[in-house]
């Protein structure tokens, strides 16, 4: 076997791994800090995989849509970190767990020095030019004409040849091309479009005041004033105005009516209440644009799963536990399902 071409770090939760001419062999952050330079691959368990179709190539606009999106699919503590990697034409969105952040903390100088930061999703994501189905940690991502999509199980995974397995994509993975924005700041990015046509109209004046027309300047000013307490008293009576991006707020409550939402949440009750057993406690129950998000307790793991593939089964949807919090002698958990 050829010696490796470049250094290739993988981190998973039981340690650090350098690829070798013997494949990845187990290491330590020491000898790491003595190499010039090295790619670095992060398990995929560190993470929950979104995607989102994105036809833009700003950054900028990157950004907003995923923060406008994540902030009406999951709750804003659970996204406040996370990120993406761009390819073709959607986005790829890893939302660490709590595990990532505890690498993260302790060996930042590590990461901020690797040239790329990757996945083996991603790397397969990137390599691959047909459909397949990507396994890791009991969880299959199905990738099908651009979208992922999560499945609940596969009856038929030991006779199914387009299934990847994580521990196998490691070890094919020579030269990383994706690059996750690890260090870029992706939370809380809302920006706020109202003070676009300020800034127009400020460089605009500026040109106006450099060719001696200055006195246009009182008029574009007056105008530019007149439609901000118009766009402030459209985002008051809608009840945005104290939201953190009031106009993507305002493209949410237009997506629909309120009698067919009460229609909806009392149909997802009705269901909800034959998957849930007497053992179980359910808290909160937030419906949004389509996706359910189920807030609960109960007193075993197996109880848990049960539950999921209960939702699953009732909804006719895969359900994904998103969150799991042991206190005392109870496991509070969100299990998400899309309706």
Known sequence: MKKPAKHIVYINETGFYL???????ETDHETIHNIISYDILLDDNFFIYENLSVKVYSKKKIKQIIENYLMTTYPKELVNEHYY???????LIAIPKSLFNK???EYGDILKKAKTISTPFLETISSENSDFIYKVNG???YLNNGVIKILPHLEDEDENENIIYQENAVNKIVNPKGKLNIFENTGNVFYLKQFAP?????LFTYILFAAGEFFQYVK????LTHTENRLEEIYRSAGVASTPDPYGML???AKGGTESTKTKITDIIEKLSKAVDDSTLITTLDYKTGRLRVDGKTAELKTLEDLESAITET???PAQIINTNKENNEIKFSIRVEL
């Open 85 to 91: 990697a761009k390819h073709d034409n959607f986005v």
């Open 315 to 317: 909804f006719n949807q």
């Open 103 to 105: 690498i993260l903390n």
């Open 198 to 202: 300020l800034i127009a109209v400020i």
């Open 19 to 25: 690829n070798s001419d013997e494949g990845f062999v």
């Open 220 to 223: 574009y000013k007056k105008l």
């Open 251 to 253: 493209l949410y409550k």
């Open 139 to 141: 969880t299959f991502y």
